[in-house]
């Protein structure tokens, strides 16, 4: 865009939005990364099932949107009144979102066809499930989206909350309204700014293995998942066929780890003992650095 054009665009996004009413967009709402094979056989057999699911691209799905789309997403959302649905802004074209449109966008569809989804559970059905299942954190008996507005009262959102679905659920609508696509924008959220999960560890922070609860259901398994590897070294530690492997970065080795992120780019490789020597040997070098820097900067003073 030429000069003229961007100060068009930043006077147009000023009346969408006004600058005093963006927010941050925040990290969560991470997509799971799945093409990377698993060393960890726990987080394998997860994705493995996730795949095998019927809403996995809800996992997955991402999108590359105008970022001021996104503030005026969440600036003009609000519920149509006596429904289930919501409506919001996107340009000067009114959208209107509710559960069919969102399966459609994650391709979320009943097993069998011909038969339709299960109704959902009331609250207090809901709250004893997830009681059931150990969960020992805050519950409330509203949906999110009600736990937000009731915040969104009390002081304005700092950040946007599920921004990689509020890209799918834009991209949708830009598809269905042509003409949106022909206005220019200055700055899009990519793929690329997505928060993406690649590596992950079962262990509680007080623990030194890692824990495992229930079996998993017959229903979200097959025989590719079965017959695999990770499955079955799955079945072996949790049936304690084998001992438990002990988590990395517990004990000792933790107190050693000064770099929070190396720790946790490296926690699945448990099993190969490899590039936990040449880590050690990185590490050592840093520390190094560190004292070298301290006695030249003690030695000037």
């Known amino acids: 865009m030429n000069p003229q054009e961007t100060e068009q665009v930043v006077a147009r996004d000023e009346l969408w939005v006004p600058t005093a009413e963006r927010v941050n967009i925040s990290t969560t709402n991470v997509r799971l990364e799945t093409t990377i094979k698993q060393k960890e056989e726990t987080f394998q057999v997860v994705i493995d099932v996730i795949k095998n699911s019927t809403c996995f691209k809800a996992f997955t799905i991402s999108a590359d949107v105008p970022e001021i789309l996104m503030q005026q997403f969440w600036y003009t959302i609000t519920k149509i009144k006596d ?17 069919e449109v969102f399966r459609k966008i994650l391709d979320i569809c009943p097993r069998k066809e011909g038969e339709d989804f299960t109704e959902v559970q009331n609250d207090e059905d809901t709250l004893t499930f997830l009681i059931d ?9 509203k949906t999110c989206y009600q736990l ?7 002081s304005r959102l ?12 834009i991209d949708y609508f830009l598809y ?4 949106l ?27 030194d293995v890692q824990q495992y609860g229930l079996a998993i259901p017959a229903t979200m398994l097959n025989n590719q998942i079965i017959q695999s590897e990770s499955y079955k070294m799955f079945i072996m530690y949790s049936t304690s066929q084998i ?3 002990k988590s990395r970065g517990k004990g000792s080795q933790g107190k050693k780890t000064a770099d929070t992120t190396e720790e946790f780019v490296d926690v699945s490789d448990e099993s190969d003992p490899e590039p936990l020597i040449r880590r050690k040997t990185s590490r050592r070098k840093v520390v190094k650095k560190k004292a070298t820097h301290y006695q030249l900067k003690k030695q000037h003073s």
């Open 83 to 99: 429904s289930e649905s919501y409506e919001f802004l996107l340009a000067d074209k009114k959208c209107v979102i509710d559960a």
């Open 148 to 154: 937000l507005i009731e915040r969104e009262k009390k």
């Open 158 to 169: 700092e950040n946007m909350p599920y921004p990689r679905f509020t890209k799918v659920i």
């Open 243 to 245: 001992p438990l492997k």
């Open 176 to 179: 269905k309204l042509k003409s």
């Open 181 to 207: 696509k022909k206005l220019k924008f200055q700055h899009f959220y990519t793929i690329k700014d997505d928060g993406a999960v690649s590596r992950l560890k079962f262990v509680r922070m007080s623990e």
């Open 133 to 141: 299942l150990g969960y020992s954190g805050p519950l409330h008996k």
